[in-house]
Nanobody, 123 residues
């Protein structure tokens, strides 16, 4: 069992930045690939970014490429999502997930999910 908890969401103006964190507990954090998904009101949950267990490879949805950066600190059991140049369409609840395979993280079939943190981009 891996427990995940997101933090760092909030209200930000268009063009602004936020950094989300996801802290893990339970089974060894470095064993898992991890990712971020988001869900806007009335829409399906969508993939945002993913990172392999070692942190050496990262993946991004086209909609956030060049603006968001995923990273992890395995010594702190923490996953990050740095979000820059935020747009109103980035408004959503953001979830982190974890799984033994990056394939399942990317597809949304990950075994473990956090409860989400709200990000609102508005002037």
């Amino acid at each position: 069992q891996v427990l995940l908890e997101e933090s760092g969401g909030g209200l930000v103006q268009p063009g602004g930045s936020l950094r989300l964190s996801c802290t893990g507990s339970g089974r060894p954090f470095p064993n898992y690939a991890m990712g971020w998904f988001r869900q806007a009101p009335g829409k399906d949950r969508e993939y945002v970014a993913a990172i392999i267990a070692s942190g050496t490879n990262t993946f991004y949805a086209d909609s956030v490429k060049g603006r968001f950066a995923i990273s992890r600190d395995n010594a702190k059991n923490t996953l990050y999502l740095q979000m820059n140049s935020l747009k109103p369409e980035d408004t959503a609840v953001y979830y982190c997930n974890a799984d033994a395979t990056v394939r399942d993280v990317l597809s949304g079939a990950a075994d473990y999910w956090g409860r989400g943190t709200q990000v609102t981009v508005s002037s």
